[in-house]
């Protein structure tokens, strides 16, 4: 298959000069070919650009994926369905410290330096912690300072004028806290990133991928991508594939034999017309609500909890049903944590799935990237949120371009796992001789 010139390599070759230009995806030079077209699969893209750009290295990436962020159809696909909550990391301080770090410092400043128009900077976040019941963890002042993360506790007065609804009593139990968490616009991110990969010289072909065929050399790697309008694209032995398609990945995969240990959980999301002016967050995992201003001036809030159930690792899209009792569940939190009785007949909800790399406990919220163990030229990139997406790909065109320099690159003594060499022990058993 690999000799054989298939019409969607024409096709890329015809695409890079289609614009009168030098072509700019040249045969002969090494191509990213990345399966997936939702944030972390254009994030990848464009920091591969990038960081290639600054080392003098060209960067050819052809991104395959049928429409931008996918098809609010498909129950897998994270995110068309998510609440497009911008999480600089505030409610993970407490419990995942890194998370928070990698998601403050990493993930958000690329976000607003790439789509600055997709935040709704009018829209502030509000975490709320309840002033009763013991916790196992730091306080939240005290974690968000660790991580750095500015918060100002707010006034109760000022408080009621962000959620002028919801009753006094149920308030009056609750410290409250500005955070830097906001909105984002999912169109207008979708657009940012689109027009910066593309001016980077992202191709992209918009079929899905059906199959990786895999040589038949040991060790393996994929020689060719089989796409869904049954035409077929060559993978060069120097090229490299990424798997940023969330729940396709283990699709892609099972075939060959490979298990990328990713899990799935599914979740259900309640929206309802609500006057609510900041977005609101209950930590410790519970009720949050995301609003989301319409055209015709009335706001959309998105309710969503931390139930979540974990489905088997072949979902397919359907395979993902909906739970009318979980929804019913979403409603009793809303009523229960925040007093606010949603109408039932004028709610919509719908659920999602997310794909994690879980190492330890229930779940994880950070990013995972790795290659794939058996198959030399495929990666897998998993963001943990929407907003880790720019962390994530940060990592994989790191790892990438190291391994492209043909170089071991030296890692800082404070990069190298496992526990730091205890210098001031050292130091003691030297003085005390
Ligand atoms: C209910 C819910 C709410 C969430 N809310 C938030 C939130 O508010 N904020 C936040 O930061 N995160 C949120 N998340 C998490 C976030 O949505 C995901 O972490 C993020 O969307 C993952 O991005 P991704 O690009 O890896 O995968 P996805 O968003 O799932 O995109 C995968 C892409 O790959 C494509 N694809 C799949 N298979 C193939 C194939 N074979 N060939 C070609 N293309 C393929 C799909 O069509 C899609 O375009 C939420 C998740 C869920 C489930």
Request: with cysteine.
């Amino acid at each position: 298959m690999s000799s054989q010139r298939s019409q969607h390599d024409e096709r890329l070759e015809l695409h890079g000069r289609s614009n009168g230009k030098r072509g700019r995806l040249h045969r002969g030079r090494q191509v990213t070919h990345v399966i997936g077209s939702g944030p972390a699969g254009l994030l990848a893209i464009i920091q591969l650009q990038e960081k290639s750009r600054a080392m003098g290295l060209a960067s050819n990436c052809v991104m395959y994926g049928q429409q931008l962020f996918g098809s609010a159809a498909d129950p897998t696909v994270a995110a068309v369905r998510c609440q497009a909550w911008c999480h600089p990391g505030s409610i993970f301080a407490q419990t995942q410290p890194h998370v928070a770090l990698s998601l403050w410092r990493a993930s958000v400043p690329v976000l607003r330096r790439l789509a600055a128009p997709a935040f709704r900077e009018n829209i502030p976040g509000v975490l709320l912690e309840a002033t009763t019941g013991a916790s196992d963890h730091p306080g939240l002042e005290e974690s968000l300072r660790a991580v750095g993360i500015p918060h100002r506790r707010l006034p109760s007065r000022v408080l009621r004028s962000f959620v002028p609804t919801i009753p006094r009593n149920v308030l009056s139990g609750m410290v409250a806290y500005l955070t830097p968490d906001t909105v984002i616009d999912l169109p207008v991110l979708q657009w940012c990133l689109a027009r910066k990969a593309l001016a980077g010289g992202m191709r992209h072909v918009p079929a899905q991928v059906m199959q990786l065929v895999p040589t038949d050399k040991t060790p393996e790697s994929i020689a060719a991508l089989v796409l869904s309008d049954g035409q077929s694209v060559s993978i060069a032995p120097d090229d490299e594939v990424v798997l940023a398609c969330g729940a396709g990945i283990h699709r892609l995969l099972q075939p060959l034999g490979v298990n990328p240990l990713l899990r799935f959980f599914q979740s259900h999301l309640v929206a309802a017309h609500y006057d609510l002016r900041a977005l609101l967050a209950v930590v410790g995992g519970g009720i949050n609500a995301v609003p989301h201003p319409q055209p015709d001036g009335r706001t959309l809030a998105v309710f969503g909890n931390s139930h979540r159930r974990e489905i088997p690792a072949n979902t397919g899209p359907l395979a993902v049903a909906y739970n009318t009792l979980d929804v019913h569940g979403v409603c009793a939190d809303v009523a229960n944590v925040l007093g606010i009785d949603l109408p039932s007949d004028d709610i919509i909800s719908w659920t999602g799935v997310k794909t994690e790399y879980v190492t330890e406990g229930n779940g994880a919220q950070g990013h995972h990237v790795a290659r794939v163990a058996g198959l030399g030229n495929v990666w897998t990139l998993i963001p943990g949120k929407l907003t880790g997406s720019p962390a994530a790909a940060d990592e994989l065109a790191r790892q990438m371009l190291s391994l492209r320099l043909g170089q071991a690159v030296s890692r800082s003594i404070w990069q190298v796992p496992g526990p730091l060499p205890n210098f001031a022990g050292a130091l003691t058993n030297v003085t005390s001789e």
